[in-house]
């Protein structure tokens, strides 16, 4: 048992030099890069309050645990032991069980499926047994993750097709852009580590830390405006950015124009 936790225990080790600056600590820039999840989450969590409080407060989980996303990754990626990355990675999984379950389409659940508690309860079963299926095979984890996002990007791009808000074309274009802009660090890192070797560049998965929780807040706020459009449509929902608007430029986030006393009543 204490082998798991022990420092390198895990399969994986990410391309940047171990120990090369601390002795305590085995990738030093993938580790502190892991701190940007503390700056971003709490900032998202006060941007999405309005949103959050008139459609569901469950909403704040998600940058709640992207928090413990963040404390996990600096803990893996110090100690790059095998409860770390099983920590890291089951971590990211709930974030993504949280997301599916609060903002996933009612227009597009499987037949048998008739409301969102129902949805949520099927998530929670699959997100279980994909935690303990996750044992089976580590090394493979990574992957299956990364597969959730191709599935979010198919979604993202039928809900969008009769989009017309500018707006939000804008924030999904950026979204996609940043998305690929990360996954394609993560990938580099992975496999072209004797390439960045030679040139003494291994940050690339650090530049991945930055770019996921950015690509992860345009997406997350694009889908939960999409979903304030269905869900809470007399709220009036538009999008803003923060610190500076007029610029588009910084977090996005949802204003709500519009109060229950717009809503109309049959």
């Given at each position: ?101 609060i ?13 969102r ?7 929670l ?83 991945w ?36 608007d ?21």
């Amino acid at each position: 048992m204490a082998g798991v936790f022990s420092y390198e225990s895990s399969e994986i080790d990410w391309c940047e030099d171990n120990y090369k600056h601390s002795e305590n600590v085995v990738e030093f820039f993938n580790t502190m890069s892991s701190f940007i999840f503390f700056i971003i989450s709490p900032i998202m969590l006060y941007l999405l309050h309005p949103y959050a409080k008139e459609r569901n407060l469950a909403i704040h989980l998600v940058w709640v645990m992207m928090l413990f996303v963040g404390i996990f990754s600096a803990y893996f990626h110090m100690t790059l032991s095998f409860v770390g990355q099983m920590l890291d990675e089951l971590s990211i999984l709930w974030v993504l069980a949280v997301g599916y379950a609060i903002w996933f389409p009612r227009r597009l659940f499987p037949s048998f499926i008739k409301d969102r508690s129902t949805f949520s309860r099927l998530i929670l079963v699959v997100t279980v047994a994909t935690s303990v299926s996750s044992f089976v095979k580590p090394t493979v984890n990574a992957y299956a993750l990364n597969c959730f996002g191709l599935h979010m990007l198919y979604i993202l791009a039928i809900e969008m097709r009769c989009c017309t808000d500018q707006k939000a074309l804008r924030l999904a274009k950026w979204s996609v852009a940043l998305w690929i802009l990360a996954i394609s660090c993560w990938i580099s890192d992975r496999f072209g580590c004797g390439f960045w070797q030679r040139i003494n560049f291994c940050y690339l998965h650090s530049i991945w830390h930055i770019l996921i929780v950015i690509a992860v807040a345009y997406g997350s706020t694009l889908i939960a405006y999409l979903d304030a459009n269905y869900e809470i449509p007399y709220s009036l929902p538009g999008l803003q950015y923060w610190p500076c608007d007029k610029l588009a430029l910084g977090l996005p986030h949802i204003v709500l124009k519009g109060t229950t006393k717009t809503l109309k009543r049959c």
